[in-house]
């Protein structure tokens, strides 16, 4: 299926806060906007989302759903799918889905997030959004006063600890397979009342629908009411590989915890035309923090578009008189042959 008439001066690809937000505000400039969004959500798992001031606690495909409701409203349209590729053509850029439907696009804004990339720990997985967590500002109010316990995935597993901390005074730090700790930090986690356990962690427990504690490699079973991991935060960016986009690593000392698309403050890639926002460009971005993203990457395009438009109306405007110039010229040529043969013949 393909339709090149189908042309946008859009077309946003990831339907989360951050490309929702992006096509809000572009349809509000009276874009042409159309967003594929793949319907996997990251933050589907989490029951509510949170520090998104006025809609605190919104559940976050509730909020999803009203996001495409009002950019629907001011003309976006939103289409359920997967961008498989995106070429750069002479005047912008082909973007092809997975059902063989090719748009064309003068600009793209690419929030297509980032993949959690869990460790491997028996039980965990299932219990993630819920009492497996791992941002303290996002969840650390709903697990403050219960036990909680830190699984060392990263050189930042004592800080990590240290954070968490604020919410709660029964801290455990396990080392799991971590290197182990300097001395500095060991009399820190000691100052805070946290608790640092050796050995591996193999499984997660659980028991009505509950995390009830951590099980060691030894058998032991630490009672635990939540459990923090550090996933490695991988860019989805298979899109902007295509494009030319390589994605850069992100080190904590030597250890890579994610990948991310260098950009510059609004979202401008390296490749003209280019913009991306969201998680897919900063890690660590909260949901909130992606809608500011995509409307801080929507005024950037809608900028850039302007600048575009004005440029062919500016040589809209000259090339009538170009022409006539051109045939002004041509005429004076002839003109001027014609003499040269009346002299000649003379």
């Known amino acids: 299926m393909s339709d090149k008439n189908q042309r ?29 969004d793949g319907g996997k959500p990251r933050n589907a798992p989490a029951s509510h989302a949170h520090n998104y001031l006025g809609r605190e606690g919104v559940p976050p495909l509730e909020l999803l759903a009203t996001g495409r409701d009002e950019a629907a409203g001011y003309g976006a349209e939103i289409v359920q799918g997967t961008v498989v590729s995106a070429e750069k053509v002479s005047d912008g850029f082909r973007v092809v889905r997975e059902d063989g439907t090719t748009v064309h696009a003068r600009r793209l804004l690419v929030t297509t997030g980032i993949v959690d990339e869990l460790p491997d720990v028996t039980g ?24 909680v316990g830190i699984l060392a995935g990263s050189p930042m597993a004592p ?15 396990f080392r799991h397979e971590q290197a182990d700790f300097s001395d500095e930090e060991y009399e820190q986690l000691a100052a805070r009342g946290i608790s640092v356990v050796d050995g591996e962690v193999v499984a997660l427990e659980a028991a009505d629908d509950a995390v009830t504690g951590v ?3 030894d058998g032991t079973l630490i009672p635990r009411d939540a459990l923090v991991v550090q996933p490695r935060f991988t860019a989805r960016s298979a899109v902007l590989e295509g494009l030319g986009l390589a994605p850069t690593e992100m080190l904590v000392g030597d250890q890579v915890i994610g990948t991310y698309i260098a950009a510059d403050p609004t979202g401008a890639t390296e490749v003209p035309g280019v913009w991306v926002a969201g998680n897919v460009a900063n890690l660590m971005e909260q949901v909130v923090g992606a809608a500011a993203a995509g409307l801080k990457a929507a005024s950037a395009i809608n900028m850039d578009l ?17 022409a006539e110039a051109e045939r002004q010229v041509s005429e004076r040529v002839l003109g001027d042959r014609r003499h040269g043969l009346q002299e000649t013949s003379r």
């Not at 800080?159 to 730090?173: C, E, I, M």
């Not at 302007?306 to 170009?322: E, G, I």
Request: hydrophobic content about 45%; glycine content about 8%.
């Open 215 to 217: 099980r060691l490699a």
């Open 124 to 147: 965990l997985a299932e219990r993630w959004g819920d009492d497996v967590l791992h941002c303290p500002y996002c969840h650390g109010w709903e697990v403050r006063d219960r036990a």
């Open 306 to 322: 302007v600048t575009d438009d004005t440029r062919r109306a500016v040589d809209a405007r000259r090339a009538p008189f170009s």
């Open 159 to 173: 800080h990590q600890a240290l954070l968490w901390r604020q919410w709660s005074d029964d801290v455990t730090l």
């Open 8 to 36: 946008y001066d859009v077309v946003v690809i990831g339907g989360g806060a951050a490309g929702l937000s992006g096509a809000l505000a572009l349809s509000r400039a009276r874009r042409s906007v159309l967003v594929v």
